[in-house]
């Protein structure tokens, strides 16, 4: 009997499983397409059959990168389930701070639009540019060979280090890790009768347009990562902390950078409270940004997504 796993989340079952109604891993779906509330389970939703699956570079072990997934889950587990718990503020190392980073990092690289980005999206302009790495034409082998190679590392530094990396996955590692000065993590915790939701764009990145001889350019101002329906992981950038909330939507204060704990840079995460306006804000974000539909746990909690 085949027991390799074919059902590819490319969000984490220890997330899903936070937004669970009952014990049997059943939530409620917002689908997207048909504006239907279906009840489903953790294992049906945000997945992909086969996703990871790679024939071309781990030909006797086609299943590897998940299960290279699965191991890097575990380790960022265990960090996330800490920033359910924490009161008002929670101390994590400096190496385990630069993991979550990179986790967040390969999120956004692991998702089934990214799959479909390099199978069926890129420009012209972009293959002949990829081709360099990837002389065959095959996007989708670009994609996995070196996602696969980043699951063996646990910083950026290691990302870098690695010459079977691509240059411009590391970049992308690197701007997704860091942003353009720098990234910091806040945990919100919702109070109010509004919850957070999940959907598939996850992260949800929100940028800020500007304009440089008359020029635009996008930049990553915060990542929203919904942890469960009370709490949620900010990655805010450094430029975000320094704009107006008109920019922004948030104070400086809500924003004000994470402290060093000591000369080992052990770094102190606030547990920073939100309410019905700004959780709303977020949930709607997330929501205009997604493809598929969102899940949530209690329908009375929707706030203004009950307009849906």
Not at 129 to 142: I, L, T
Not at 260 to 284: A, Q, R
């Amino acid at each position: 009997m085949n027991t390799e796993p074919i059902k590819h989340h490319y969000i984490p079952q220890f997330l899903l499983k936070n937004f669970c109604l009952d014990d049997k891993g059943h939530i409620y779906f917002y689908h997207k397409a048909s504006k239907q509330i279906g009840v489903k389970t953790t294992k049906d939703v945000f997945m992909t059959y086969r996703l990871y699956e790679d024939t071309i570079n781990n030909p006797n072990d086609l299943m590897k990168i998940e299960k290279d997934f699965s191991k890097y889950e575990n380790e960022a587990s265990q960090v996330i389930k800490s920033f359910l718990t924490a009161s008002n503020e929670i101390t994590i190392s400096n190496k385990k701070a630069e993991m979550l980073k990179l986790f967040v990092a390969i999120m956004r690289l692991r998702s089934n639009m990214s799959s479909n980005f390099f199978k069926h999206e890129l420009s012209e302009e972009s293959k002949e540019f990829y081709s360099k790495y990837q002389p065959d034409g095959n996007f989708d082998d670009f994609w996995k060979r070196n996602l696969g190679h980043i699951l063996t590392c646990r910083s950026w530094d290691e990302v870098w280090e690695n010459d079977r990396i691509d240059l411009p996955f590391q970049k992308f590692m690197k701007r997704d890790a860091y942003g353009v000065a720098g990234m910091d993590f806040l945990i919100v915790e919702t109070r109010g009768k509004t919850d957070f939701v999940l959907s598939d764009s996850y992260p949800t990145v929100i940028y800020e347009q500007i304009t440089i001889k008359n020029k635009s350019f996008e930049i990553p101002m915060f990542d929203f990562l919904p942890l469960s329906p009370n709490r949620l992981l900010m990655f805010i950038s450094k430029s975000a902390q320094l704009s107006n909330k008109s920019v922004t939507h948030f104070d400086l204060d809500f924003l004000k950078p994470p402290k060093k704990k000591n000369e080992t840079d052990d770094v102190i995460i606030k547990v920073k409270k939100i309410y019905e306006k700004d959780v709303n804000y977020i949930n709607g974000e997330m929501t205009v940004n997604n493809t598929e539909g969102f899940i949530f746990k209690d329908r009375a909690r929707l706030g203004l997504l009950l307009q849906l």
